[in-house]
């Protein structure tokens, strides 16, 4: 069965500091991975997804992953962060056959 | 152009009512999902449709939930009988065909149940 751990429900970081919000997954077979964002009252929308080729993926608003296979990990970074990146970061996973599982959510604070 | 759309985007009904929800995907999507969101909660998978047929209904909570799809465009999300444990913001989305592609989300429908 496919699983997504987000191993901290909360992140606080201080504007234009690096923000990393972590994501550990568990799968047979090949991984997909995705990063969404919800803001306030809104739907989620897309960031970045890993599918194959380069570990380092660039996405929306100057965010990036690394897909690490060792560790199972895909770890959302960014070099410097903005009060407005504050909102709830979902991690999500899909194999061959699977649908989308996705994980409990981080919510990140990024204080002026 | 125009997004995943949902309505309505709030319902208050009463215990013990139907209510019946809606999503109108983006033009192109053949895949079609549904999720619930219970306050402070992550996503909870309910039907996955590809065109009108659903091959996984897994997630339906129980035999109260049902939903259908018309063609390869809107879907009614329809709950029997509410309690007040169905209360949560549910959320559609649709995609292109293929694990690889992501999701696009509408911006959910509130369900409060009194």
């Known amino acids: 069965a496919q699983s997504v751990a987000q191993p901290e429900d909360q992140v606080n970081v201080a504007e234009g500091n690096p923000l990393t919000v972590k994501c550990t997954y568990s799968?047979?077979?090949?991984?997909?991975l995705f990063w969404y964002v919800q803001y306030p009252n809104r739907g989620l929308q897309f960031l970045l997804k890993?599918?194959?080729?380069?570990?380092l993926v660039k996405g929306s608003y100057g965010f990036e992953a690394e897909f690490n296979k060792s560790q199972t990990s895909f770890h959302l970074k960014k070099p410097s962060a903005l009060v407005s990146d504050s909102a709830l970061y979902f991690c999500?996973?899909?194999?061959?056959?699977?649908?989308?599982?996705f994980g409990p959510g981080t919510r990140l604070s990024v204080l002026p | 152009g125009a997004g995943v759309s949902q309505s309505p985007s709030n319902k208050v009904t009463e215990k013990g009512k139907d209510v019946e929800l809606r999503c109108d995907p983006i033009?192109?999507?053949?895949?079609l999902y549904w999720y619930r969101q219970r306050l402070g909660q992550g996503l909870e998978f309910l039907i996955y449709?590809?065109?009108?047929?659903?091959?996984?209904k897994s997630g339906l909570p129980s035999d109260r939930f049902s939903a259908e799809r018309t063609g390869e465009s809107v879907s009614t999300l329809t709950i029997q009988r509410t309690q007040q444990e169905d209360s949560a913001v549910y959320l559609c989305?649709?995609?292109?065909?293929?694990?690889?592609?992501?999701?696009?989300f509408g911006p959910g429908t509130r369900l409060t149940v009194l």
């Open positions: 989305a649709s995609s292109f065909a293929g694990r690889n592609n992501e999701q696009f």
């Open positions: 799968v047979s077979g090949n991984p997909y």
């Open positions: 890993y599918i194959t080729g380069d570990n």
């Open positions: 999500a996973v899909r194999t061959y056959g699977q649908n989308f599982v």
């Open positions: 033009s192109g999507h053949t895949a």
């Open positions: 449709f590809q065109g009108n047929s659903a091959p996984d």
